[in-house]
C-alpha cells in the first residue's frame, strides 16, 4: 500500500483507517449473512484455533510495526543530540580563535538555520534539503581549511574536523530514518490481515445477523485505535510527539563571546 496517506493530518489518517475498516467490514458481512455465499460458508467449519492463528499473526505484525516506529523515534532523536553537541563544541571550538573563528560561527548558523527554517519541514514530508547540504559543505570545507590559513595546531585541526564529520554522520543518520523505509509493505499486511480477522471473527456468527455485524464493528474499532495511534508515529518527525529542533535552536543562539 503507497504510504502517502500517512503524510496526512493525523485526524485525516483517522478518516482514512475508519473508511478502509467500514467498507471491508460491510463487504464482509454482505458476504456472510446476505450474499448467495452464506450456505457454503456456513458449512465451512473454522473453529477457534483459526481464529486464534490469523489474529495473533496480525497482532504480531502490528508490534513489529510499533517497535520499529519506537526504535526510528529513539534513533532520531539521538541523532539531533549528536549533531547539535558537535555543533555546539565546533561553535565552542571556534569562540577561541582570534581569526577565522567568525566565518566558522556564521557558517554553522547558516546551516543551523536551514535546517529548522527548510529541512525539517522537508523531512514531515520524508524528504531532505539540498540547502542544508550545501551549506554543511560550507561548514567541512572552512574548518579543513582552518590550518594553513590561521595557524591552528594539528590536535585543534584534528578535533574540529571529527566534529564536523560527527556533524556530518549525525544527520545522514536524522535523515535515514524518514527516507528509508525497511518495511515498506508492513502496512499492507497489517491491513490484509486486519480484514482476514474481519471475517474470520464472523464466521462464528452465521446464524446471527446482529452479533455478526456488532463483532465486526467492535474488532473494526480496535484495529482502527491500535494502528492509527502507530500510523501518526510513523515520522519521528512528524505528529504530536515528534522530534523538536529545539536543541539546535539553542546552538543558534549562543552569544559570539
Known amino acids: 500500500m503507497f504510504r502517502f496517506w500517512l503524510q496526512f493530518h493525523p485526524l485525516l489518517i483517522l478518516c482514512v483507517m475508519i473508511g478502509v475498516f467500514t467498507v471491508s467490514g460491510a463487504v464482509i458481512h454482505w458476504l456472510q449473512c446476505y450474499s448467495r455465499w452464506r450456505e457454503r460458508l456456513a458449512n465451512a467449519a473454522l473453529g477457534l484455533p483459526t481464529f486464534v492463528s490469523i489474529s495473533t499473526l496480525f497482532a504480531l505484525f502490528a508490534a513489529f510495526l510499533l517497535a520499529d516506529t519506537m526504535e526510528r523515534h529513539m534513533t532520531a532523536q539521538r541523532a539531533v543530540d549528536m549533531e547539535a553537541g558537535a555543533l555546539l563544541g565546533l561553535m565552542v571550538g571556534s569562540a577561541s580563535m582570534e581569526e577565522g573563528g567568525q566565518e566558522i560561527r556564521t557558517a554553522i548558523r547558516d546551516y543551523g538555520r536551514l535546517v529548522v527554517d527548510e529541512e525539517w519541514p522537508a523531512m514531515r514530508k520524508e524528504q531532505a534539503s539540498a540547502s542544508a547540504a550545501q551549506a554543511l559543505l560550507a561548514v567541512m570545507r572552512i574548518v ?114
Open 144 to 257: 579543513s581549511d582552518l590550518p594553513p590559513r590561521e595557524g591552528v595546531s594539528t590536535a585543534v585541526h584534528g578535533h574540529m574536523l571529527s566534529l564536523s564529520q560527527q556533524v556530518v554522520d549525525a544527520r545522514a543518520s536524522r535523515l535515514a530514518t524518514v527516507t528509508t523505509h525497511f518495511q515498506s509493505f508492513s502496512w499492507t499486511a497489517l491491513f490484509l490481515l486486519g480484514m482476514l480477522t474481519q471475517f474470520v471473527l464472523g464466521m462464528g456468527f452465521l446464524e446471527r445477523v446482529a452479533s455478526n455485524r456488532t463483532v465486526i464493528v467492535l474488532f473494526s474499532l480496535a484495529a482502527v485505535i491500535a494502528l492509527w495511534l502507530i500510523a501518526i508515529q510513523d515520522n519521528p518527525f512528524r505528529g504530536p510527539r515528534g522530534v523538536s529542533a529545539e536543541q539546535i535552536l539553542s546552538v543558534l543562539e549562543m552569544p559570539d563571546s
